[in-house]
Structure formats: C-alpha cells, structure tokens
C-alpha cells in the first residue's frame, strides 16, 4: 500500500533536477557547424560552395551531404540528436508555424545560433534569404546578418549569387515577354486535384517570370482543391503536374492514375498540353529557382532559345514530358 | 416525433410482419422522395446555380456505356454532376447499411464503420497500396481489395478483442474500435511519413475525405456492384436480422442461423465501409446518423430502417458535397473536403446521443 509513496520519492528528485540549467554548458564549437532543417536552405548552402559545413538535416532533404545526420522532420526535431552535433547554427524556413520552443531555449542558452526564414512567398523572397539587402519583399528579415550568406561570413558571395540568379530570372522573363499568356493550372497531384494558388513561389515564378496566368484565379486558400466540374470552369490551356520524383506518367486515355483527367472538355488535355514535371527541385523556393522558372517557362510555351543558353548543360532543363490524350496506336 | 427506447433502438418487437405498415411505407416514399430532391439540388448547383448542360439520359447512356473510354466525346457538366452525384450516392448508402448491419451484428447502436476503425483499416490497405505502388496500383480492383482487407482485419480484431465471457461488450467495443482506430491513424501517419515530401499534402487532404473523381470505371462498377449488392442481401434478411437481436436461444428457436447472419452482417459491413472509402477516403458518422435518423422516421424494424437508412446516408453525402460547392462558390476556398461537414454533424449528434442516453445502451440478449 504504500508503493506510491516511494514511486513518489523516487520520481522527486528528478522532478527537481529537470527544472535545474544544465551544471555544465554546451560547448560551442570553434568551426561552423550547420543544421539545416529546410532542403532549399541546404540547396542554397550547397549553392555557396559550404555543403561541408552542413552537419545535420531535416528528413527527406535531397541535397544534403551524403555523411549529414539526419536529426527528424522540421516539424517534430530530434533535439538530443541535433545537440549532440555540436552545431554553431541551426537554420530552418518554420514560415506559419513559427520556430520550435526546444530549439528557442537551446538558442536562447547558447549552445547555437538559430535562425527561422519564414517562407518565401515570391522569387525576391527568395533571394532576399540569401542576401538581405533586397527591396520589394514581403518577408520581414531583418536587414543585416540573419540573411544567410552574411550570416556566415560570405556576402560577397551570397550577393553574386543572387545577381546571377537576378539575371537569369530577368533573361527568362525577357524570353516570355511579347508571348501570349495562357492560363496554367499547376496541379501537385491528381490523386487530390490541389493547386498552386496565388502567394506561392510557383505563382510568382508563372505569373511574372515565365509569361502565363494562373487558372486558379484569386482564391482564399494557397493550395484550393479543385473537383473536374472546377477544373472545367478554369478551363486551363496548359496543366503542369508538378511531381517530383514520381514515376512518369502514361498517356491520359491509359493510364489509370490520370482517369480523372480524361475527355475533360478543358483545352490542355484537348490540345495535349498537359505536362509533368518531374524534376527533383520543382518545389524547392532556393537557388533553382530560375531554372524552375526556366523548365515552367519552356512547358508552357515549348522550347525557347533564349532560355537554353542561360542553362547550357544537356541535362539542366530535362525532366517535363508531355502527357498525350491517348497512347501511340 | 421522439427518440424510442435505446432498447428499441436495436431491438424491435417481434409483432412486425413481413409487410411494411402503410405509415412506413408513407415515410419511405418521403424519404426517397427527398432523396430525388437533393440529388437534382446537386445536379444544380456548380459555379452557377442552373440546370447542367448534356442531358440526364445520354449521361446516364453514357455511364452505362463505360464512364470515359468507350464514348468519343467529351465529358458534359451533367456527366461529371452526375458522377460525382452517383459517388456521393454509393458512398452514403454504403456507409449507412455498413452501419445498419454493425449496429446489429454487434447489438450496439453506437457501433459505425468510422469508430470501430473499420473506415480506417480501409485507409491503411488503400494508402498501403499507394505507398508500395507509386500511385499505378490505383488501377482498379486491387485498391478495393487492400481497402477490404485493412477493413475485415480490423473488423476482426475488434469482434475478438471485446469479448467477454462469450459475450461483446458493448463499452469494450467502443473502446477497441477506438483504439484500434488510433493504431490504424497511426499507421497512416508513419507511412505519410515515410513517403516523400511531395506527396505528403495531397495524402494529408485524401485523408479528409474527397468524392474520388479519378477512378477507374471499373473501379466504381466493383463499389456500385458491391454496395448494391450488399444492401439486397441484408434488405432480404432484414426479418432475420430483427430476430438476431434476441437473446442466442430465442433466435435458434425461431429458425435463425445465427453465425451465417453474423458472418453475414461482418462481411457486408466490412465490404461497404472499405468500398466507401474507395471512392471518398475515410468519411465520418454517416454510418451512425444515417441509421439513428431512419430508426427516428420509421421505427427499429430492419427492413424499414435499411430502406430509409441507405437514402438518408445517400442524401447526408450529397448535402455536404453541395456545402462544398456553395463555400467554394461564395468565398473561393477550393472544394472543401466532404468528411469535415459530415464530422462536425455526427460527432455534435454523436456526443448529444451519449449524454441524452448514458446508462441505456444495455447489452441485448
């Protein structure tokens, strides 16, 4: 009978000590140690030459380095794991969500510098992630170091970067200006038929970069769910599956995971305009973006020279396949 | 109008006769009545609120024919309301006699596909498949037998789990279901979390609970074919499911073989509730109003509770899919997801049952 009451002097002390600050504080390492909880912050740090500093990632994150441990998802973080990294920054894009409060407290104690981008908006959102100094955005970054590359010492080149991003952007949207401006429906699935509304990067990088209108129009919600008879009604001229790393599509008459798009009286699946892109960094807001502006840009409006010079490499554009109404005979 | 007994509730006196009253059949005819009403609602309402464009027969002529491949020309806005229509229709009336038939396989008028975790077992074998399949797997059939099998598993382990002394009990059930339930979410969850990245958002809205545009013809037909004929069966049973709800011995002497109806109360409720969520995802307490709502116009007798049950999940469906549209056409939100209206509907009357009967949901028999 009187087991709780030593379960209740055993479980005391600890109760105790867990409010205590640790006896000894966490060393902070001499050289930078990144965590990077966001893939297109880790594409950025790839981008500016440091992936050899990126000590942790987030799940799923494509351009971590190959030794990089993996410290959980951005949205429920393996603190242990990531502490025992030793970082001296952690950064992270917790956008709506707002920062973890574990990693708050580690911060606020010391043990690393933490900094949250929100989550870019627009294409100079974007940039204005690697270089502050930026006008026009809508994400309010404080100017100076929390941007990242002055963050780590390297705005110099952060800041060319961001001018050769600037200028491919700019070459991409003089390659589309003068061209009629179709209406794109940029799908992330056909499972559930969700669309990249307005307030996203895809919209912005559509709308102003590779010279087309978003069928979904103004809508209250980022991502609105569309059913067929919506889908009618937007009646888009060009679809683009945004599937990133998926197995490729068959033609639509065939394949059974496009039924819902078939005999749809909407001129992209009439005129064949329905287009994957498959391509790794498609959803990624980071340094491709002008070349996810690039591959929209070509899907849309079919290959542009212009465009093919700014990204010369055989395999820099490859990974949109046009999806026919129906197979070859 | 009132609330009969709990008792009554599943157990209806023995002095019905195989002819339904007239003030039954009266009811029914309502109910179907109001059934046509809201389906040619839905059919009107779209991005305007008019009669669709195509003609209802050639779209019926149409759909017999094979719902895309064998017909040329181009889908028109009544072939795609009504589609989504038939959806709704099977989905409802899928979940209402699944909930018919487990609120009277296990004597529990609580008891529904969705808190017994038979909805969700669905899901695990459907989202299961996507997982392994990358999505090709959606082809046809084998997406309704892996929803079918998350299902009778589930079904299953909750028939074993909460017996007692020979006996189901009735909160254990509850409680098993619910678990069970958690355990099958949880199981859904790792799997999103496995998967990568860009597929978690449209799982996360699949799990909602969408009308299913994208399936297969052939898809649709095994549901329709299933669901339809589930139904019959249990509509051809329905005496013997009200004498099933007699005490073991009561009902061996009036004839009844208890274990072939149990089995067959267990395979048609566990079939309806995994093609529902074929064609809808998981969709919540349709399977529990549907049946409560019935009971309520035309008493606890079966056969009249199944017959008004499967047009009022029918027509509970087709409401929230109008809901859906009507937001979407006044605030621009998108299609909004058809298992929030139904959630926030049957859970409020879900609790207010609860309380207004804690302490009358005695084991029968």
């Known amino acids: ?329 | 109008m009132t609330f009969r007994s709990s008792q009554d509730a599943v157990t209806p006196s023995a002095g019905h006769g195989t002819q339904l009253a007239w003030s039954v059949r009266s009811a029914l005819s309502v109910i179907y009545g109001l059934l046509f009403a809201v389906a040619a609602l839905r059919l009107c309402v779209g991005e305007q609120f008019r009669w669709p464009e195509g003609g209802l027969l050639r779209a019926v002529q149409r759909a017999f024919a094979g719902w895309y491949p064998l017909s040329d020309a181009v889908l028109t806005e009544m072939d795609i309301r009504l589609h989504r229509a038939v959806l709704a229709t099977l989905v409802g009336g899928g979940l209402a006699t699944s909930g018919v038939a487990l609120q009277a396989l296990l004597r529990n008028p609580l008891a529904e596909p969705f808190i017994l975790g038979l909805s969700t077992g669905a899901t695990v074998g459907v989202v299961a498949l996507q997982w392994w399949g990358d999505g090709a797997a959606a082809a046809a059939l084998p997406q309704h037998g892996a929803a079918l099998a998350g299902a009778a598993a589930c079904m299953l382990i909750v028939y074993a789990a909460s017996q007692r002394g020979g006996a189901i009990d009735p909160m254990g059930l509850l409680l098993v279901g619910v678990v069970l339930s958690t355990i099958g979410g949880s199981i859904v969850m790792l799997m999103h979390y496995l998967m990568a990245d860009g597929a978690t958002p449209v799982l996360t809205r699949w799990i909602m609970g969408y009308l299913n545009e994208g399936l297969e013809p052939a898809t649709v037909w095994a549901v329709a074919a299933t669901t339809v004929s589930g139904f019959l069966l249990m509509l051809a049973w329905g005496r013997r499911m009200d004498i099933g709800t007699f005490s073991d011995a009561e009902a061996a002497a009036l004839g009844v073989d208890l274990w072939r109806l149990r089995a067959a109360e267990f395979i048609v409720a566990s079939t309806l509730a995994a093609g529902a969520v074929v064609l809808s995802g998981p969709v919540a307490f349709v399977g529990f109003i549907s049946p409560h709502l019935a009971r309520l116009v035309v008493g606890p007798s079966h056969r009249a509770v199944l017959m008004a049950a499967a047009p009022i999940g029918a027509m509970l469906i087709l409401l929230a899919d109008t809901i859906s549209v009507l937001i979407d056409a006044c605030w621009n939100t998108g299609r909004m997801p058809i298992g929030i209206f139904t959630a926030i509907a049957g859970g409020v009357l879900f609790v207010w049952m609860l309380r207004r009967r804690r302490g009358g949901y005695a084991m029968v028999g």
């Open chain 1, 1 to 329: 009978m009187f087991a709780p009451f030593w379960y209740f002097l055993c479980v005391l002390p600890a109760v105790f000590l867990s409010g205590c600050e640790p006896s000894a504080p966490v060393q902070r390492a001499q050289t930078t140690r990144i965590v990077s909880l966001a893939p297109a912050l880790t594409r950025m740090l790839a981008a500016l030459e440091r992936s050899h500093l990126v000590v942790g990632v987030g799940h799923n994150d494509s351009a971590a380095p190959s030794d990089a441990r993996v410290v959980g998802h951005f949205m429920d973080i393996n603190t242990e794991a990531l502490v025992a990294l030793a970082p001296t920054h952690v950064v992270g894009m917790f956008g709506d969500l707002g920062g973890d409060t574990r990693l708050a407290a580690l911060a606020v104690s010391g043990s690393f510098e933490l900094v949250s981008y929100p989550y870019p908006r627009s294409a100079t959102d974007v940039l204005r992630i690697l270089q502050a100094p930026l006008v026009g955005s809508s994400v309010e970054i404080d100017a100076g170091p929390t941007a990242l590359g002055p963050l780590l010492g390297l705005s110099n080149e952060a800041d060319r970067l961001v001018r050769r991003i600037e200028g491919q952007l700019a070459a991409v949207a003089s390659a589309t200006r003068g061209r009629e401006r179709p209406r794109v429906l940029m799908l992330f699935d056909v499972e559930t038929l969700m669309a990249a509304g307005p307030g996203e990067v895809l919209d912005d990088l559509l709308t102003h970069y590779a010279g087309a209108v978003n069928a979904t129009g103004s809508t209250a919600v980022r991502a609105p769910t569309f059913d067929r008879e919506k889908l009618v009604a937007a009646d888009p001229e060009v679809i683009l599956l945004l599937t990133p790393g998926r197995l490729a599509f068959g033609a639509i008459a065939e394949d059974p995971r496009l039924a819902v798009l078939r005999d749809l009286p909407v001129a992209a699946v009439r005129e064949g305009r329905v287009r994957q892109l498959s391509q790794s960094y498609i959803l990624l807001p980071s340094t491709d973006i002008a070349r996810i502006a690039a591959v929209i840009a070509e899907a849309v409006h079919g290959p542009l020279p212009a465009v093919r010079r700014l990204f010369p490499s055989a395999e820099a554009l490859v990974g949109t396949l046009t999806l026919p109404a129906r197979g070859a005979p």
